[in-house]
């Protein structure tokens, strides 16, 4: 079973990056936010690079209907907000491939899919981005909603967002989705037990190096609402849920693959590796990253990193072969200090006498 899993994953696809070529038109916060879709839409034979300067572009309501990848110029912050009128952005369009690249993507609110909706044949991808403060009113996806297509978040944030039955995200349908480096922390569905991620349809999941940690509800539900299977993997990550870190029945419990990874809460009857530690992770819970495990967290250094979208944390540190599992890799002071007390509680052997043998 776990092989058809793994099979069915790698059949997504390999993730390519995209060259930081030069922007095809550069934009200012001005308010004049349909400057951004015109420049969505511009002809021409190569794909538009729309490029943002620092600001806050109110009142974005963008759908995609051709390949084009929108970026933040510099360090400085770039928000769309959308202040609560509509969703921020809608893939709008079969066989296209659209990327969001250092956005902060806030106030969306929508029946499915506060800020943004993927419901097409198409390839989605988020990377460096922040979902903050988004919201569905009715079908779930609070930040994000997917039904189609691919869609991959690369050390994305999504948090404080709310919404019915998914509070973050929402897959249904035949989407294929994977995180990397992602925290999905602090969103809040309206029901106690309702997850921050949902994976329905015959959606498939692949969680990597990321985090779903301290949300309302439960941590990631599989939910059968009609034919077909779904599949989840979860690698070197961490996954909290009260009361279940992962909801599943038990005939489907087959179709979920956990390893190298820290869970916290009930899991049903998925296997779990020999590698995987049920504990609390560690979390600092303090300072600006407060979900970074910190010395003594049982997640340090059980993790796997070779994955050339792993070598770098949620916040741009780079990470070994041998890394902290979850999003946020711990402090290499407190690596170094955690592999070397477990070196030395470890129990030593005596030579055995070679009458013994």
């Not at 893939?91 to 990327?99: E, L, Q, S, W």
């Not at 499915?112 to 044949?121: C, D, E, Q, S, T």
């Not at 301290?214 to 990631?220: L, V």
């Not at 770098?312 to 690596?335: F, M, Q, Y």
Request: charged share 20%; hydrophobic share 40%.
């Amino acid at each position: 079973m776990i092989i058809r899993i793994l099979a069915a994953i790698a059949g997504l696809g390999a993730l390519t990056s995209v060259p930081a070529g030069a922007c095809t038109v550069t934009l200012r916060a001005d308010g004049n936010t349909a400057a951004i879709q015109h420049a969505m839409d511009r002809p021409g034979k190569t794909n538009p690079v729309v490029c943002l300067k620092a600001g806050v572009y109110r009142g974005a309501r963008l759908v995609a209907t051709r390949s084009a990848t929108i970026r933040r110029v510099g360090n400085d912050k770039v928000v769309l907000d959308a202040g609560g009128q509509g969703r921020i952005l809608t893939i709008g369009a079969d066989a296209i491939d659209f990327r969001l690249e250092g956005l902060t993507i806030t106030n969306g609110k929508s029946e499915r899919g506060g800020a943004v909706a993927l419901m097409k044949k198409s390839r989605l991808t988020l990377q460096d981005c922040w979902l903050y403060g988004n919201a569905s009113t009715l079908h779930g996806g609070g930040a994000l909603a997917a039904s189609a297509g691919q869609l991959d978040l690369i050390r994305t944030r999504v948090t404080g967002n709310h919404g019915d039955r998914a509070a973050a995200v929402d897959l249904s349908g035949s989407v294929r989705a994977r995180m990397f480096s992602t925290l999905i922390a602090d969103n809040e569905a309206k029901g106690t037990v309702d997850p921050p991620v949902r994976l329905g349809g015959t959606a498939q999941l692949e969680v990597v190096g990321s985090t779903v940690a301290y949300n309302g509800g439960s941590g990631i539900v599989v939910q059968p609402d009609g034919g077909g299977r779904r599949l989840l993997i979860i690698r070197s990550s961490v996954v909290m849920g009260r009361p279940d870190a992962i909801a599943v029945l038990r005939g489907e419990a087959g179709d979920v693959s956990v390893e190298n990874s820290v869970l916290w809460g009930n899991y049903g009857f998925v296997a779990l590796d020999l590698a995987t530690k049920r504990s609390l992770p560690g979390f600092s819970l303090k300072g600006t990253e407060r979900y970074r495990p910190e010395r003594g967290s049982v997640a340090i250094g059980i993790g796997k990193c070779t994955d050339p979208l792993l070598r770098k944390d949620l916040t741009g540190l780079p990470r070994a072969a041998s890394c902290t599992v979850g999003a946020l890799e711990a402090p290499v002071v407190d690596v170094r200090w955690t592999l070397l007390e477990r070196k030395k509680q470890q129990p030593k052997q005596q030579p055995k006498d070679w009458r013994d043998i």
